[in-house]
């Protein structure tokens, strides 16, 4: 990881920190996110729902703030039986969309419950999203806007007609609004 971050250093803008992708045990995105800014790089941290409760999650995120990582994407996460440690379990307890509505109180300065917290975060919060989206795409991407996602990653696009067909889609959903 640190001798790929450093050949990278000075080319990108920021990294995508993974969080065990695929259901695949690795380092935490966390202290991952943290050696590479020490490093002088921008981090995004992945964040799953999938293998954390709500107060794992609030716990993560506080601590992820506290060391200075500022970026997270939030999503759901790959279910465990498609990973490589059979017999665990998922936590799901959060979907993405509540998982980014809980940022967004955190922002505000309160946990999930609303007990005030002793100061609050300021994340810039994103979310995930397919490139070619049905309406129920369509209406999850706008929920995740509503609950504060600030930006949208998807898987990378090959088919710019597919992008741009996206767009055109999100153009019109609010229009109607």
């Known amino acids: 990881m640190l001798r790929d971050s450093a050949i990278l250093k000075d080319i990108v803008d920021a990294v995508n920190v993974t969080d065990n992708q695929r259901a695949v045990m690795r380092m935490s995105p966390l202290a991952a996110c ?3 800014q ?5 981090t995004i941290m992945h964040i799953t729902c999938r293998d954390r409760n709500r107060l794992a999650l609030q716990s993560d995120l506080i601590g992820a703030y506290s060391l200075g990582i500022r970026n997270v994407l939030v999503m759901t996460g ?5 990973g490589d ?10 979907d993405s ?28 919060a994103g979310a995930v999203t397919n490139t070619i989206l049905n309406e129920v795409g369509l209406i999850s991407s706008e929920k995740k806007i509503k609950m504060g996602a600030i930006f949208f990653q998807t898987q990378a696009v090959f088919d710019v007609s597919g992008l741009q067909n996206l767009w055109k889609k999100r153009v019109k959903l609010n229009q109607k609004r």
Request: glycine share 12%; hydrophobic share 30%; aromatic share 6%.
């Open 34 to 36: 943290s050696i590479l």
């Open 38 to 42: 020490e490093k002088g790089l921008e």
């Open 78 to 82: 790959d279910h465990t039986s498609k």
């Open 85 to 94: 440690h059979e017999g665990a379990k998922p936590v799901y307890d959060l």
């Open 97 to 124: 969309v509540q998982l980014l509505g809980m940022i967004r109180k955190l922002d505000q300065g309160f946990d999930l419950c609303g007990n005030e917290l002793n100061g609050r975060t300021e994340f810039c």
